[in-house]
C-alpha cells in the first residue's frame, strides 16, 4: 500500500507562510483522493484539506478556507499543502493522507504569536 512521508514543518511567526510536502511511494497513488489532517495537542485529529485525482475539485476546512491551498504533482507522486497568514491556532501535527487508513509520521508546525 502507498506510503507517505511529510516534510516542511517548523517554527513561524503569526502572518508567515509555511509550504508542507508529501511524497507518496509504492502502493496506488494514481486516481486516488489525497488530504491533510492536523492534530493540536489534546485535541483529536481534523480534517484540513482535500484535493482530488486531477486537482480539478478541492476541499477545505472551514478554519483555513481562504489561507491554506492544496495542491499536487501525479507526475512525481507528491502532494503539497500551501499554509499563509498562519495563526498560533494552525499550531498542530500535520499528516498526509490517501484515505486508506494509512498515515505518514507527520510535520510538526508551530506558529508563535
Known amino acids: 500500500q502507498v506510503e507517505l512521508a511529510e516534510s516542511g514543518g517548523g517554527l513561524v511567526q503569526a502572518g508567515e507562510s509555511l509550504r508542507l510536502s508529501c511524497a507518496a511511494s509504492?502502493?496506488?497513488?494514481?486516481?486516488?483522493?489525497m488530504g491533510w489532517f492536523r492534530q493540536a495537542p489534546g485535541k483529536a485529529r481534523e480534517f484540513v484539506a482535500s484535493i482530488n485525482w486531477s486537482g480539478s475539485s478541492t476541499s477545505y476546512a472551514d478554519s483555513v478556507q481562504g489561507r491554506f491551498t492544496i495542491s499536487r504533482d501525479n507526475a512525481n507522486k507528491m502532494v503539497f499543502l500551501q499554509m499563509n497568514n498562519l495563526k498560533p491556532e494552525d499550531t498542530a501535527v500535520y499528516y498526509c493522507?490517501?484515505?486508506?487508513?494509512?498515515w505518514g509520521q507527520g510535520t510538526q508546525v508551530t506558529v508563535s504569536s
Open positions: 493522507t490517501a484515505f486508506t487508513g494509512v
Open positions: 509504492g502502493g496506488t497513488f494514481n486516481g486516488r483522493r
